[in-house]
């Protein structure tokens, strides 16, 4: 007998389901944030984490009906945000030029401490100061708790360029950091 996942929201997404947008706009407010921060982490730019948010719930939504609980709600809808982000990338023509503007949209987490809001922004610039594989597989790695397979299969890469992408991105983010320790 296949086992099902127990979701702690089974009753809002059963009402999703059945058109009530009452609960689909609590699944969005549930969801939304750590979505966001999810899609932003891969997209680097503010603007584009909110449409890529946008598609994935319209698409979540679509596919509801699909969701076979074979696990937790969040993760399948964190597959959906993931695929989003990746293909709004791979449509992007300029991202380059993009990124030299994805700083003024971090926003930095509150900390009564300013040296480690100093030090949290010191990474968020680093990291997406890195090249978009790089980045990608660093954050569903390090971020998103997906294995080197996992990544293999979500970016269509051998398990080997996973693992290479994510060594030479972990030496290349030091690098950056140690640059702005030393001239910043």
Same mark, same amino acid.
């Given at each position: 007998? /296949?086992?099902? *996942? =127990? ?6 997404? %059963? ?22 921060? *999810? ?6 730019? !503010? !603007? ?10 319209? #698409? ?14 969040? $993760? ?6 993931? %695929? ?12 380059? @030029? @993009?990124?030299?503007?994805? &700083?003024?949209?971090?926003?930095? $987490? /509150? #900390? ?9 922004? &010191?990474?968020?610039? $680093?990291?997406?100061?890195?090249? =978009?594989?790089?980045? *990608? ?14 990544? !293999? ?6 398990? #080997?360029? !996973? ?18 320790? %030393?001239?910043?």
């Amino acid at each position: 007998m /296949e086992e099902q *996942t =127990v979701n702690i929201h089974d009753d809002i997404i %059963n009402r999703c389901i059945e058109g009530d947008e009452v609960a689909q706009f609590e699944l969005y407010r549930l969801y939304s944030k750590a979505m966001y921060n *999810t899609a932003l982490r891969i997209c680097g730019a !503010s !603007s584009d984490a909110e449409d890529v948010l946008q598609e994935a719930f319209v #698409s979540a939504f679509d596919r509801l009906h699909t969701y076979r609980r074979e696990a937790a709600f969040g $993760a399948w809808l964190k597959r959906i945000v993931i %695929n989003k982000a990746l293909n709004h990338l791979r449509t992007q023509q300029k991202y380059a @030029m @993009m990124m030299e503007d994805t &700083h003024e949209h971090l926003e930095v $987490a /509150e #900390s009564t401490d300013e040296l480690t809001e100093l030090q949290v922004q &010191h990474v968020k610039d $680093a990291l997406f100061q890195l090249p =978009v594989g790089f980045r *990608t597989v660093l954050s569903l790695y390090l971020l998103e708790g997906y294995d080197h397979r996992e990544i !293999s299969e979500i970016l269509g890469i051998a398990e #080997s360029t !996973s693992k290479t992408q994510y060594k030479r991105a972990k030496e290349r983010l030091k690098d950056v950091l140690r640059s702005k320790l %030393n001239y910043g």
